[in-house]
């Protein structure tokens, strides 16, 4: 049985304009809607995902994306059972396999501060739903979790470390409480399963204002 922790963390709307997500944050004036973390960071990366579309071909990308966005979807939704101590919902097969593949990992996380999660920061004016605060390997960390058909090498993986970051600054901004680490966990259909953990917090915090200041740069010539 995994252990949850208290919190009175908010549920914030959800809505997509032209193409980019955003959070509303209420107000004691007025709602400030602010940009999902997920969509700055996709915006950084976007001349790499539009390499890759057109190397393969737009029909297999869609083909790839599909059954990524599945998958992922499968996994999240067995996690989030999991760790609530909750009966599990039938999935498609390969999602099964991911998850069940993963459960030793999963063990290693307890006293569950949070999951799928809406977190924001005014300060940084982006927000977003967390996947997993809590400790893995007694060390308080940002867990999210990833399918793949096969490891990623490490160095490709900046983007799902500078979310965390951007987690991690949200939490900070709104309970004082301090991250120590953060750890990605990703189940692969080739049968591996690889946990990343981080610890140089500065460095991707450093990154997150760079990919910030992209998209904001962005949006303004888009306007000029």
Request: net charge negative.
């Amino acid at each position: 049985m995994f252990e949850h922790l208290p919190n009175d963390y908010e549920t914030l709307e959800r809505e997509t304009i032209d193409g980019v997500r955003y959070y509303t944050v209420p107000g004691s004036d007025t709602p400030r809607k602010l940009v999902s973390i997920t969509s700055v960071i996709s915006h950084f990366n976007r001349e790499k995902f539009r390499e890759w579309r057109q190397r393969v071909g737009e029909e297999e990308a869609n083909k790839i994306t599909r059954k990524a966005t599945s998958r992922g979807t499968d996994m999240h939704t067995l996690v989030e059972h999991y760790l609530k101590n909750e009966e599990l919902p039938s999935v498609q097969p390969l999602s099964e396999f991911l998850f069940k593949q993963a459960k030793p990992e999963l063990k290693r996380i307890n006293n569950i501060h949070a999951l799928e999660q809406s977190l924001f920061s005014l300060e940084l004016g982006v927000a977003g739903t967390v996947d997993c605060i809590a400790e893995f390997d007694n060390e308080l960390a940002i867990i999210d979790f990833k399918t793949s058909g096969r490891a990623k090498p490490r160095e490709w993986i900046d983007g799902y470390f500078v979310q965390c970051a951007a987690y991690a600054c949200m939490l900070y901004e709104m309970t004082g409480q301090i991250i120590d680490k953060f750890v990605i966990i990703m189940s692969c259909e080739d049968g591996d399963v690889v946990v990343y953990q981080e610890y140089d917090k500065a460095k991707y915090i450093k990154l997150l204002g760079q990919y910030i200041r992209d998209f904001i740069e962005s949006k303004i010539q888009e306007y000029v």
